[in-house]
């Protein structure tokens, strides 16, 4: 008896693992990829059509370089120091002093403060009023303009100052967090066969530690990029940087178009330097195991 074939296919159901994942891809496509997506085509898009006339704009502003250079320079200062006290303040808590747990809370309490927060505390300090006069005062030294466009220097130095306070313990809790997997046998090992703190420090830790620093790594270069509050609260406009500029030509100057190519350098050097720390990492990490 022939049995009579439609051809109808079978329908196909979505895998359980898809319905799983679906909500996170709605929240990424609509709180990221359309963001993005319209941040970049009102850069680069007018009435008219297709436009580089924004960015031309944004690149004839003098205040534009002059972001430019102080973000860089934040970010070639921030990095190496924040990352030698990090390395340090984790090596301590590895080697279990006394009263660890309260060294690790009082050098964690920086990521419960927000970014302005925190500018507005230190400017408590820096101000032609503040705490730091105060008590130069008291040694018969007058008092000093640390904030004042004139004095670049010491603006710089209290920026950096309030930076390394507010962000070092977010490296420091991922490089604590990076050597809690690092099994105590390859430390000791190293020790009977005769090798130096040094050099355990060298062989041992930080190519144990890489991973962990490779993520803290990126976060904290595509953080000092969006540096802004803490500059903003401590000198506003005379120290600028590019998130500052960002928000300047939205609010003060009332052109979004600006606004968003600036914010597309902030994006694309953000990415680069993340991609290029991927590569380098692991191009080392490669050479290494061959």
Known sequence: MAVAVTGRRPKRRLSPAFILILPSIIFMLALFAWPMVSGVAQAVWSPD?????YV??????????????NTLLLVVVLLPLQFALALVMALLLQARPKGTGFYFYLWAIPLAVSDLAAGLVWLSIFTDRGYLNSLLDAFGVGPVSWLSFENYGSMFFAIVLAELWRATSLVMVIVVS???GIPKDYDEAANVF???YLQRLRHVWLPLLKPSLQVALILRTILAFQTFAVAQALTGQDFQVLVGETYRWYTALQNPHVASALALVVMVVSMVAAVLYLRLLREETGSGNR
């Not at 059509?49 to 006339?53: I, Q």
């Open 49 to 53: 059509g297709f436009t580089m006339a």
């Open 56 to 69: 031309d704009r944004m690149l004839a502003d003098p205040s534009f370089w002059q972001a430019v250079r």
């Open 178 to 180: 990076g050597s809690q």
């Open 194 to 196: 005769g090798a130096t």
